[in-house]
């Protein structure tokens, strides 16, 4: 990235971590996570918000981080697919991912993964239909979707044994 | 690709953000982001400054006003699909509010900068040509009042001078049932077309949308006997936003979506 771009001052909360940052306002928050904060678990595929890879949580909630500037996200909790994983091994809903084969080339997972568990918080008792469509605005090229589906949906069943 | 340089500016309130744009002829409002950053990134637009208008809490309201709503510009469509009172007062608008774009979309773009941006499927824009809402618009001249009539004036073109901002949206309560329905090939896609019916007795209104360089709002004088009927009308009505010959594929959709609509109507949905 050019040298000669004016910079702002931020702070960023990543994760629950506070950064201080110094970055150019046209830098995307997908950018900024990636490229200033090492944080490469957050893909940018389509950079026009349909393809779903670079999905993360502001607040909570998803949203698409290449359609913000990472300035813009002074003063909210933005979450990676890093924050939603725990130190060791893996959350349910990724251990579901991996029983029922819901990524091959794993491009589209961080985003898979941070607007289901997004679902699933705001609704553990989510129906297969509210599940695909939670599900359809983030893009898989490689495995038709079916496994990513019954993975959520088993992760759903365990949470409610649970 | 990634958007050229620009200056950036937070707005603190809506006479910050109305004195930047005053100042600042280069200058563009960035509310949700949603229409204009991807088209930053593919340098379509290339702005000098943006100021952003997220932390206007003053635009985030909504609120009974006479018979209808009056919703600020920067209430965000996940909030238009969950809100009690809109629930309760214009149940409509939730529902059309519920078929712009996915979650992840529909938690960051704003009513304001939907109808700014005057897409001609946006369903934001169709209700708001459906109901004949108002939009109140400010700017360092001072405050406008636009019928949606007034402010629509075509693909991506509204009455809307650079040095303004859409402040409030005024949403009169509808008269009659009403129905919702869109074609999209994929849940989450802009629709192919769609349509808002209204039925009050026999008569009523249909409004398009995705055909035609804006929605168009047509009175219905009968709905028709049956089903049969019904679709002749509609198909000569759709014939008059058609642009040219082949859109006829699209009219068939658009007649289609009218009659689901008016079908959700009479299944009291
Ligand atoms: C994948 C995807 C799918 C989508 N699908 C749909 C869909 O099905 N239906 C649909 O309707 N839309 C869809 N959209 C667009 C979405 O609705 C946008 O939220 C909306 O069009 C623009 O709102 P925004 O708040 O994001 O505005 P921004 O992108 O911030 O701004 C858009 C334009 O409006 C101007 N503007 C914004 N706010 C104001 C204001 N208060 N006063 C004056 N000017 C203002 C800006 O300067 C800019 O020119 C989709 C978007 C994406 C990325
Ligand atoms: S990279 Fe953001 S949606 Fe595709
Ligand atoms: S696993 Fe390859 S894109 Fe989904």
Redesign the pocket.
Known sequence: MPTEEARTAIELNVNGITHRLDVSPRWSLADVLRHQLGLTGTHVGCE???CGACTVWLDGLPV?SC?MFGVQAQGHQVTTVEGITPSTGLSPLQTAFQEHHALQCGFCTPGMLLTAQALLDRNPKAEEGEIRAALSGNLCRCTGYQFIVDAVLAARDAGRDA | MKPAAFEYIQAASVEEAIQALADHPQA???????????LMNFRLNRPGMLVD?NNIDD?ATIAVKDAGLAIG??VR?QRLVEDALIGDRLPILAQAAS????WA?RN???I???L??A?P?????ALMIALNGTLV?RSHRGVRRLTADEFFLGYFTTA?EPT????QCEIPAPTGRMGFSEVVRRP????LAGAIVAQSGAAGWVTWFGLGSRPERFSVSHWGQDDGERHAMLGELATRMMLAEDEEYKRDIAVNAAMRAYRQIKEGK
Do not use: M, Y
Request: hydrophobic share 50%; glycine share 16%; net charge negative.
């Open positions: 026009q918000g349909v698409r359609l | 563009k409002i960035l509310a949700g982001g949603q229409s204009l950053v991807p208008v635009l510009s920067l469509h078929h712009i774009g996915h979309i960051r773009g704003t304001g900068g939907s700014a941006h897409d499927a946006a369903e934001l824009v618009v809307l303004e901002i859409i402040v989450g896609d802009f629709a």
